[in-house]
Every structure is written in C-alpha cells, then in structure tokens.
C-alpha cells in the first residue's frame, strides 16, 4: 500500500520545487539582471542575484503550489473529477496565483507587454517541458509493467509445469 | 449450535458434516468460507448456487454493500465480504485494487500507467479496471518496476 504522506514529505516537496526555483532565478539574474534592475523588483540586485525579499515571496509562492497540489491530486479531498481536468484546474491556478504574485510584489511593471510576454513564454515552455517527461515517463513505466508482467507470466508458467 | 470434533486417525481426509433444519445465510457463509479453504468459491446465480475453481474468477467486486464473483462469461453474489475473501485470495495471487474490488493477478492481461499513477488492468475478458494509486505500488513492487 502507497505510504501515507506527512508534514515532512510536504516540506521535503516544497524544499526541492524552491531550491530548483532558486537556482532558475540565479540563471536569470546572472543573464539578465542588469538590463532589467531598474524595472523589476524581481531583479533588483542585478546579476548579484535576488534580494531575500524575493526569496521570501518565492518560498510563500512555492507553499501555496505544493498546496494546491497536494489539494487538486488528493483522491480522498477531490473525488469524481476526471485527470484532465484536474490537471487542467492545477495548471489555470498555477497561472492565476503567479499572476497574483506578480501584481501584488510587483515583480515587474505591470503596464509593459514584455514582460508579460516573457512571462507567458517561460510559462509555456515550463508547461510544454514538464507535460513532455511525465509523457516520456509514463511511457516508460508502461514499457517496464508490460516486461515485468511478461516475465511473470513466464515464471508462473515453469511453476505450473514444474508440478505437473 | 453444537460443534463436534472427532479425530480418526485412519482417516484420509477431513471431513465437515453440517447438521441443520435448514439452510439459513450464516450456515451458507459458514460453507462458503470452509469452500474457500479448498480454493473454491462459492457463488450464488439466479438462485443457484454454484461452486467456482478460484483460478478462473476475474476478480470480486463490492456494488451496494453486496459482493460479487466475475468471471469470464458470468457474474455470481457471494455472502463473504470482500475482507474476508481478501484475507484468504491473497493467497493464491489476488490482490486489492481500490476500495470495492480485488483482482486475479494471474487474468490480468496488460498493464497501463496513467498520468495519475494509477493503473490500469485489462482482464482476459478485455473489460479494464482501474488500480487505485494506493495499490498501485504494490503491482510495481511485484512486477520489479520500482
């Protein structure tokens, strides 16, 4: 049976989903965090990185996410609903909550299209890349169950013509 | 009820003799359980009851409270509950699959991942059913995929 989840497996999520974002945000300031530190509180410090402000908000941002996921995929809280639904859900309120984000902390002026624009952008490609290996993973575990249940198939057979 | 125990040690084989005015459910429950033991089971059709090789169930499934025995052309009511039939099939390679149903590992035909990490299990009469995401570990478990 599938392990109950704790406290700790949440905090254990939201560590990596946050020291992941941290390191995106790093390669962000290091590429553009001097053309864009005028303008963007995100990016305030330039290519030294993100102010712990920043960090902060990122963390806040990270805890409501691994909520929203530990809510949307709980069988037990949300029943009946299909899988593609339920992805679709996750997803608008990802995009939703960043959208809050951005507006409440000002990440960036909210009155420039380019931003936003890169904004979508980066949440595209996050979104396309992270459909694309839970497409490639499910394929693999499914190559694995069919070997697996061939194997054993094989091995009840020997069984059955060992006895008789 | 009155239980009797004899021991004969020239005997072959044991013996169960039920003695009763007539058949009420617990006796029926009683039987089927005692059947169970001998890897049969007992499954009641139209009013018949017919006794059932284990290896040629499907799986069992729960729908309003009742528990029913599928197998490849035919669906029989069984008075066992589902723990109970658990309990005893595991045995022999039946497993659970989500809350109401319990599946024949060995009638299992194909096995597919959902982007859910739920499994889903096509029986040798192509009717698919649905691994719960808590069991589904236990099939990857058997099957060395984790």
């Not at chain 1, 920043?54 to 990270?62: G, H, K, N, R, S």
């Not at chain 2, 099939?89 to 991942?113: E, G, P």
């Not at chain 2, 982007?115 to 649905?130: C, F, H, P, V, Y």
């Amino acid at each position: 049976m599938e392990r109950r989840k704790t406290l700790l497996d949440f905090m254990g999520h939201v560590l990596i989903i946050y020291g992941f974002t941290m390191v995106c945000m790093l390669c962000f300031a290091i590429l553009f965090g001097e053309s864009a530190k005028e303008y963007s509180s995100f990016l305030a410090l330039g290519s030294k990185g993100v102010t712990s402000e920043v960090m902060a908000q990122l963390l806040f941002l990270v805890v409501i996410i691994e909520v929203l996921q530990a809510t949307i995929g709980n069988e037990n809280i949300i029943k009946f609903i299909p899988v593609k639904l339920k992805s679709i859900c996750m997803v608008l309120f990802v995009f939703i909550t960043v959208i809050l984000f951005i507006i409440k902390f000002q990440w960036f002026p909210i009155g420039m299209w380019q931003p936003w624009a890169m904004f979508i952008l980066c949440f595209l490609i996050c979104f396309g890349m992270s459909t694309y290996l839970s497409i490639i993973k499910t394929k693999m575990e499914n190559q694995k169950l069919s070997e697996g249940l061939e194997r054993l198939k094989r091995q009840w057979k020997e069984e059955e013509q060992n006895e008789s | 009820m009155k239980i009797t125990i004899k021991t004969a040690s020239e005997a072959t084989d044991t013996e169960v003799s039920i003695t009763c005015k007539h058949l009420t459910p617990e006796i029926e429950k009683m039987i089927a359980m005692l059947r169970m033991l001998d890897m049969q089971l007992t499954g009641i059709k139209e009013g018949e009851t017919y006794l059932l090789d284990v290896s040629k169930v499907l799986y069992i499934d729960t729908v309003d409270k009742k528990v029913f025995i599928y197998t490849k052309d035919s669906v029989y009511e069984t008075y066992l509950h589902l723990y109970e039939l658990e309990e005893q099939l595991s045995k022999v390679d039946f497993f659970r699959a989500n809350k109401s149903c319990i599946i024949n590992f060995k009638q299992i035909i194909s096995l597919k991942a959902e982007i859910d990490r739920k499994l889903r299990a096509t029986m040798s009469n192509g009717e698919q059913l649905m691994i719960s995401r808590q069991y589904a570990d236990y099939i990857k478990e058997r099957l060395g995929v984790k």
